[in-house]
Antibody
Framework: QVQLVQSGAEVKKTGASVKVSCKAS????????IHWVRQAPEEGLDWMGW????????MYAQKFEGRVTMTADTLSKIGYMDLTWLSSFDTAVYYC????????????????WGQGTLVTVSS | DIQMTQSPSSVSASVGDRVTITCRAN??????LAWYQQKPGKAPKLLIY???SLQSGVPSRFSGSGSGTTFTLTISGLQPEDFATYYC?????????FGGGTKVEI
């Protein structure tokens, strides 16, 4: 079965960076996008972007452009999300999710989710 | 960017009730609408994709409908495990966007 296991909680200082990992199993890693979505405390869901593990191509939401980097290691089947210049507004649970449709699909949406990684930013 | 608006933001219901949640997009998104269920402290779970297709393993009491800009999620015969927050999401174009959520509570 599809499983995504994320790295553990992080506490960071304002201005620092954080890198969250997402270990995939149960499917062909190269054939599906990895999406990243975050959720601030008591807030809704905020899509950050995706990475195509096969090509390395990425698409980011404009609000994160310049601060986020999404990558994928096809050998170890791990996706990564790196966010720089952290502020208190970045305190949130960060989720990775495998796309529901394969890379060749007409569209892409998060289908199978990791357990989430809490990132806390304080001064 | 496409904005998604859900209503109501919360609804009080009882076991056995029929609950309907509405999601509106500020432009046409064809059939590219999905619904997720999220319970406290847990990751969202995909319930419905392509407006009305049920994800594998999702009970048939969940159904979705709509087209263009207005969509609905219906839970027919609410069960105790259905008390949760529900989000709609469009995948017509990037950036993907979610509705603000609807909390279904007792």
């Amino acid at each position: 079965q599809v499983q995504l296991v994320q790295s553990g909680a992080e506490v960071k200082k304002t201005g620092a960076s954080v890198k969250v990992s997402c270990k995939a199993s149960g499917y062909t890693f190269d054939d599906y996008f990895i999406h990243w979505v975050r959720q601030a405390p008591e807030e809704g869901l905020d899509w950050m972007g995706w990475v195509n593990p096969k090509s390395g191509a990425t698409m980011y939401a404009q609000k994160f452009e310049g601060r986020v980097t999404m990558t994928a290691d096809t050998l170890s089947k791990i996706g990564y999300m790196d966010l720089t210049w952290l502020s208190s507004f970045d305190t949130a649970v960060y989720y990775c999710a495998r796309s529901f449709y394969p890379l060749t699909g007409t569209t892409s949406l998060p289908g199978y989710w990791g357990q989430g990684t809490l990132v806390t930013v304080s001064s | 960017d496409i904005q998604m608006t859900q209503s109501p933001s919360s609804v009080s219901a009882s076991v056995g009730d029929r609950v309907t949640i509405t999601c509106r997009a500020n432009q046409a998104i064809n059939k590219w609408l999905a619904w997720y269920q999220q319970k406290p402290g847990k990751a969202p779970k995909l319930l419905i994709y392509g407006t009305s297709s049920l994800q594998s393993g999702v009970p048939s009491r969940f159904s979705g409908s709509g087209s263009g800009t207005t969509f609905t999620l219906t839970i027919s015969g609410l069960q105790p495990e259905d008390f949760a927050t529900y989000y709609c999401q469009q995948s017509h174009s990037f950036p993907l966007s979610f509705g603000g959520g609807t909390k279904v509570e007792i």
